[in-house]
T-cell receptor, first 114, second 113 residues
Framework: GAVVSQHPSRVICKSGTSVKIECRSLDFQATTMFWYRQFPKQSLMLMATSNEGSKATYEQGVEKDKFLINHASLTLSTLTVTSAHPEDSSFYIC??????????FGSGTRLTVV | AQSVTQLGSHVSVSEGALVLLRCNYSSSVPPYLFWYVQYPNQGLQLLLKYTSAATLVKGINGFEAEFKKSETSFHLTKPSAHMSDAAEYFCAVSLFGNEKLTFGTGTRLTIIP
């Protein structure tokens, strides 16, 4: 079946630094990738949608300059949290999709900013 | 715009009892509906999905859901709960099956031994 690899699974960084999270579709080409943020005991909130080779579409209220999304190939999308602050601490999950095949989720990244 | 509402943020059932998790949807067009399960600190695993074919959808781990247009519902059931079913369950909707997913608020299922 379709597999999406997300790395790292956990990361701790200092306030003010940047963190990059990778999302790879291992055995299929993902035309679209989605990035979600999940606060403890809450649902997933869509942050942005990205299509290969084009700029990401951010949801309302998401700072595009803080959460940089790159979808350089059909198998790789990255989310960079720039100048991270403690309030950015969260669980980030990516999802990859292709027409007719639904969605496949990564295993998530727990970001802690200290 | 489409949305889903999950009734009951917490559901507890005894091991071996029926599991029923409720989801109601709102959509201006025929929706694609999904149920996902999430274990702590993990991503989401697809249980089942409705894509306008059969209204009774069978998924993994003994789960099934029935699409009822008249009730705008897509409730998730399992005849006999197992301890391993304890997790967070999310109902979700999308327009065409590969557009963005909109999630419900989730239901935490606890299994009582």
């Amino acid at each position: 079946g379709a597999v999406v690899s997300q790395h790292p699974s956990r990361v701790i960084c200092k306030s003010g630094t940047s963190v990059k999270i990778e999302c790879r579709s291992l055995d299929f080409q993902a035309t679209t990738m989605f990035w979600y943020r999940q606060f403890p005991k809450q649902s997933l909130m869509l942050m942005a949608t990205s299509n290969e080779g084009s700029k990401a579409t951010y949801e309302q209220g998401v700072e595009k300059d803080k959460f940089l999304i790159n979808h350089a190939s059909l198998t790789l999308s990255t989310l960079t949290v720039t100048s991270a602050h403690p309030e950015d601490s969260s669980f980030y999950i990516c999802s990859a999709s292709r027409p007719g095949h639904g969605y496949t989720f990564g295993s998530g990244t727990r970001l802690t900013v200290v | 715009a489409q949305s889903v509402t999950q009734l009951g943020s917490h559901v507890s059932v005894s091991e071996g009892a029926l599991v029923l998790l409720r989801c109601n949807y709102s959509s201006s067009v025929p929706p694609y509906l999904f149920w996902y399960v999430q274990y702590p600190n993990q991503g989401l695993q697809l249980l089942l999905k409705y894509t306008s074919a059969a209204t009774l959808v069978k998924g993994i781990n003994g789960f099934e859901a029935e699409f009822k247009k008249s009730e705008t519902s897509f409730h998730l059931t399992k005849p006999s709960a197992h301890m391993s079913d304890a997790a967070e369950y999310f109902c979700a909707v999308s327009l065409f099956g590969n557009e963005k997913l909109t999630f419900g608020t989730g239901t935490r299922l606890t299994i009582i031994p």
